[in-house]
């Protein structure tokens, strides 16, 4: 059974980090690419980041310089590293893992809020 598991979201005031993981069970991880989607309230659920299975990033215009994505495929855990955090970036985020073999698998979100 397929399972993502994603964690660290919370508030936090404008500026500030957080960093979000997302643990992978009932996949081979390493061939995943893994990939943070997020969605607000009203909106589309849009691309934040990816990270291939070869490690190559991309990152959406309105985070990069700002969020970071990572991987360790030994502990099956994909990460993002949010600094700079502003309110728009307020939304629910959800980690995804896709493949040509299988998915796409989504975790259940965790909410990040950006607020004073």
């Known amino acids: 059974q397929v399972q993502l598991v994603d964690s660290g979201g919370g508030l936090v005031q404008p500026g500030g980090s957080l960093r979000l993981s997302c643990v992978a069970s009932?996949?081979?991880?390493?061939?995943?690419?893994m990939a943070w989607y997020r969605q607000a309230p009203g909106k589309q659920r849009e691309l934040v980041a990816r990270?291939?299975?070869?490690?190559?990033?991309n990152y959406a215009d309105s985070v990069k310089g700002r969020f970071t994505i990572s991987r360790d495929n030994v502990k099956n855990t994909a990460y993002l590293q949010m600094n700079s955090l502003k309110p728009e970036d307020t939304a629910v985020y959800y980690c995804?893992?896709?493949?040509?073999?299988?998915?796409?698998?989504w975790g259940q979100g965790t909410q990040v809020t950006v607020s004073s």
């Open positions: 995804n893992a896709d493949s040509y073999r299988a998915g796409p698998y």
């Open positions: 009932g996949i081979i991880f390493s061939v995943y690419d």
């Open positions: 990270i291939t299975d070869g490690g190559r990033t």
